[in-house]
Each structure stands twice: as C-alpha cells, then as structure tokens.
C-alpha cells in the first residue's frame, strides 16, 4: 500500500482535544450513531481512507489519532492499552457522546477492548480488528519481528507509508524513533486478557483476516469466550451467542491490508446496523 493511499480527503474537520495530559487529535466525518474509529501503531486515522466514505455515509465517523502517532504528540508516558482506552473514554465524555461504538484495528482494536472491558458503560457496541488477547497466540516469527522493532530501525522504516504519513502530519517529526522505541517496548511484553474477555459486557464482532498475524483458530477462541461457536445457532437464532457477539473472518486478506477492505467496512457496517438483542 502506498503512503498516498493512507491520505485521507483534506478538511477542516481536525480538532484537539486535551484528555488525561494529552492534546489527542481527531477529526469528525459524516453524520449519524456515532463511531470511534481507532487505527493500528505507527499509523493514525488516516488509514482508513479507503473506507471513511463507506462507513461515514451511515456513522458520524470520529477518526482518533492515539498517543504519539499522526498529528497526537508524545507524552512522557508508555505506549499502554489502558491509558490510551481511558483517553479514549475521556474524548468521548469531552465531545458528549451517548454511548457510542467503538471500532479498531491491531493497536487500535486492542485499545478499543481495554475501552469496552474498563469503561462498558461508555460504549454501544464494539469491533475489534486484528487484535489479539494474548502475546503468544502471535506467530513465533512475528514475534521475533516485534523484538527488533526500536529507534535503531529508522533507515529501515524511511521508504514505508508509516515513516512518510509521520514525517507528513506529526507535531514532531523528528519523534518517530522514540515512537519505534515505544511500539518495541510495548510489544515485548507479556499480556493475556483471557479473563477480562470472558466478562466482557460490551456487544462485539471479532474481525481477522484468513491469514492474520495470528491464526485464525485465536479469533474463534475470542469467540468461544464470548459464547460463540459453541453450538448451533438455531433456526431463529436463539443459539446464538448470549450478548450479541459476533465473529467475521475475512478471505483474501492479511494483517495489512483488512483496515482498507471494503469487506471491513461491511462487515463493521452489519454488526453496528443490528438491533442489539
């Protein structure tokens, strides 16, 4: 994919917003429920590009640029789940949103669960994307990708879309080894939200692709804990999960290009259109 591609329509939709010590950045696309839409490391909403339009002609799309990626500057903080859910929470009490739905991919979906799993009573419903509940359901080889990831990888990174798009929009351009350090540190640690997920309250579709960073069988366990796949569903649905949870595993895409499928923003679009049960 090209940087160009990531290049979401100029506007005068861009606003911040100063939550938790963070001047977080957003931008508000369309009309309708309300939508957090919340993009993957090293990237910013600007990804979503491919599919605003789609996803803006029936939601007010609120694209978010977390800590210290897109035009979000770096604070003195790690690059944690929870604190970025709970900037998250904070955007939504500062823009006076009735529990709206919470959308996002890899980094983006994690931070959305950790929105729902602290804050359920903030959100409708909930996409999570190509994210996953434990550190070691991560292929081994993309794991020790992951491991290498720091501020020593920026000659490597200067002809990718995620150097150019932060060179481009960032605050601080000269930022983005500290964010590869980030990202590195943030990666190397050890997580299972296993628990967590099997309370979870929030009405979820669990999005992956057929060849994700992990294998699909991770997704249908994040289901099963949410009461899916575990029996038929029923002639009129009534073996369908309790809480309205849902699994899509998209085919013909991988961990780097869903977040631009159109089969992810209908998929997305479905699920937010159901009444919840």
């Given at each position: ?108 979906g ?165 009444q919840?049960s």
């Amino acid at each position: 994919m090209t940087a160009t591609a990531w290049t979401a329509e100029p506007g005068t939709s861009g606003q911040y917003a100063d939550v938790n010590g963070v001047n977080l950045y957003y931008e508000t696309h369309g009309t309708g429920r309300p939508m957090i839409l919340l993009h993957g490391g090293l990237g910013s909403g600007e990804m979503f590009a491919p599919v605003l339009p789609t996803l803006a002609d029936r939601h007010q799309v609120i694209l978010v640029d977390l800590q210290g990626h897109g035009r979000t500057a770096d604070v003195d903080r790690p690059l944690d789940l929870t604190l970025m859910a709970d900037d998250v929470a904070a955007l939504i009490d500062h823009l006076g949103l009735e529990k709206p739905d919470v959308v996002g991919y890899s980094l983006g979906g994690g931070v959305a669960l950790q929105v729902a799993l602290r804050h359920p009573d903030k959100v409708g419903r909930l996409v999570v994307a190509s994210a996953n509940i434990r550190s070691d359901a991560v292929y081994p080889e993309m794991l020790a990708q992951q491991g290498q990831v720091s501020g020593a990888a920026v000659e490597f990174m200067k002809d990718t879309p995620m150097y150019e798009l932060y060179q481009r929009v960032a605050p601080r351009p000269e930022d983005f080894p500290r964010l590869l350090d980030k990202i590195g540190e943030a990666m190397a640690k050890d997580f299972d939200y296993t628990e967590q997920v099997r309370g979870l309250r929030v009405p979820t579709l669990v999005v992956a692709a057929d060849a994700d960073m992990a294998p699909p069988s991770h997704y249908v366990e994040i289901f099963n804990l949410l009461d899916g796949g575990l029996r038929d569903g029923g002639w009129m649905g009534e073996g369908r999960p309790k809480g309205g949870h849902a699994l899509a595993i998209l085919p013909g895409l991988t961990h780097y290009d869903l977040f631009a499928s159109p089969l992810f923003a209908a998929a997305t679009l479905a699920f937010l259109g159901k009444q919840e049960s």
